[in-house]
Each structure stands twice: as structure tokens, then as C-alpha cells.
């Protein structure tokens, strides 16, 4: 087992930042896929970014690419979301995820999630 704990969302507005992080504790996260969904009102959750636990190679969504970067801590068992430039569209709540298989892209391929944390953007 894994669990996940989100924090360091918030209100802000267009242009600014906010850094989430992921509390990771339970099972070793070797191995794993960590990664960040959102989602929006009325929306699916959707892939935001990934990283690769052990060897840190990344991947982002189009939408967010040049504005966020994913990275983690190994030492203390935490994964970061560094939101830049931060626009309206962009306002959902926030999920850590971790996936153990060889798929990452869909939420379905993940087996632990935490309890989300909300971001909002006013324009």
C-alpha cells in the first residue's frame, strides 16, 4: 500500500505560481510511476505530468508544457508540481497518483491516489 497526501494548493491569480507536493509513505516508490492528474468542474480527470521515480525521465501534457515541471525528492518520499504562469483554465483539483505497472497515461493505470488538492486561478 501507498499513500498519497496532497498539499499546497490555493487561490492565486493569472501569471502567478504554486507549488504542490505529494507526501509519499507505506510501500517503497521504487520502481513506480509517480504522476499528477486534474480535474475540472464537469470535466474527466486528465494527465497533467509524470515522472519515472528511479530514473526521473518526464513527461507533460501539451497543455502545461513550459509552464509546469514535475520532480521528486527520493530522500523524503515527495513529488512536486511546480505551477508557473499559472491561467484560469488551468483551475481543478489537483490528484497525486502513483502506478507500479508499465502504463501511465490513463488514470486506470494507477493504483494509489490521494485525496486531491484545489488550485483556482482567477483571471
Known amino acids: 500500500q501507498v499513500q498519497l497526501v496532497e498539499s499546497g494548493g490555493g487561490l492565486v491569480q493569472a501569471g502567478d505560481s504554486l507549488r504542490l507536493s505529494c507526501a509519499a509513505s507505506?510501500?517503497?516508490?521504487?520502481?513506480?510511476?509517480m504522476a499528477w492528474f486534474r480535474q475540472a468542474p464537469g470535466k474527466e480527470r486528465a494527465f497533467v505530468a509524470r515522472?519515472?521515480?528511479?530514473?526521473?525521465?518526464?513527461v507533460y501534457a501539451d497543455s502545461v508544457k513550459g509552464r509546469f515541471t514535475i520532480s521528486r525528492d527520493t530522500a523524503n518520499n515527495t513529488v512536486y508540481l511546480q505551477m508557473n504562469n499559472l491561467k484560469p483554465e488551468d483551475t481543478a483539483v489537483y490528484y497525486c497518483?502513483?502506478?507500479?505497472?508499465?502504463?501511465?497515461?490513463?488514470?486506470?493505470?494507477?493504483?494509489?491516489w490521494g485525496q486531491g488538492t484545489q488550485a483556482t486561478v482567477s483571471s
Open positions: 515522472i519515472h521515480w528511479s530514473g526521473g525521465t518526464t
Open positions: 507505506g510501500r517503497t516508490c521504487i520502481g513506480s510511476i
Open positions: 497518483a502513483a502506478s507500479f505497472g508499465p502504463r501511465w497515461y490513463k488514470s486506470s493505470d494507477y493504483n494509489y
